[in-house]
């Protein structure tokens, strides 16, 4: 019997990863192209959703504005249709609806609001659904604790920190599949 050496097991794992394109796909998350805002100025970014579903596709994105962001407002995208609502305990939601977000595709959600009056230095929360096309999802809702980094989290929500002072903009910096920013 032939012998298999741990290189080819390596290769034929990678190459196995590489053609089914589902290789991590739990372990990235969503996060916004531009992850800073000065406080009481208004807000455009991009939302990423590095992949659909598991086994199927994503078919709507729910994302819940934290305490002291106003006005939400997303766009829509292709088929995607975007609103806007308030729920019953006055929770402000954006939510896109009517495409198709393949498992293996990239999504990027246009959404713009306003900050209020948040401290420079605080780090505001997005909590997230995604909701899958055969049923399931993907709840985006984790906070970091004190001592534990946002990175750790099975399932953080996106962020935006809140500093004073300019905001360089233009393309965004190469990120990881978890949304953190690559040298």
Request: aromatic residues 8%; proline residues 8%.
């Amino acid at each position: 019997m032939p012998t298999i050496s741990p290189k080819h097991l390596i290769h034929a794992a990678t190459l196995m990863a590489a053609l089914t394109g589902t290789a991590n796909l739990a372990s990235a998350h969503p996060w916004f192209v531009a992850d800073k805002a000065n406080p009481g100025t208004a807000y455009s970014s991009i939302i990423n959703i590095p992949h659909g579903c598991d086994e199927n596709g994503t078919i709507k994105i729910t994302m819940k504005m934290p305490e002291g962001v106003t006005d939400p407002k997303g766009e829509d995208s292709g088929k995607w249709k975007a609103s806007s609502k308030t729920t019953a305990t006055g929770a402000s939601l954006v939510i896109w609806e009517g495409g198709l977000l393949p498992t293996t595709q990239n999504g990027e959600f246009k959404v713009s609001f306003k900050i209020g009056d948040v401290k420079p230095g605080k780090i505001i929360y997005f909590p997230l659904i995604q909701n899958c096309e055969k049923g399931g999802s993907y709840r985006w809702i984790e906070f970091p604790t004190k001592g534990v980094d946002e990175y750790d989290l099975e399932t953080p929500a996106p962020l935006i920190e809140i500093v004073t002072g300019e905001i360089k903009t233009g393309a965004p910096k190469k990120m990881d599949a978890h949304g953190k920013k690559m040298p």
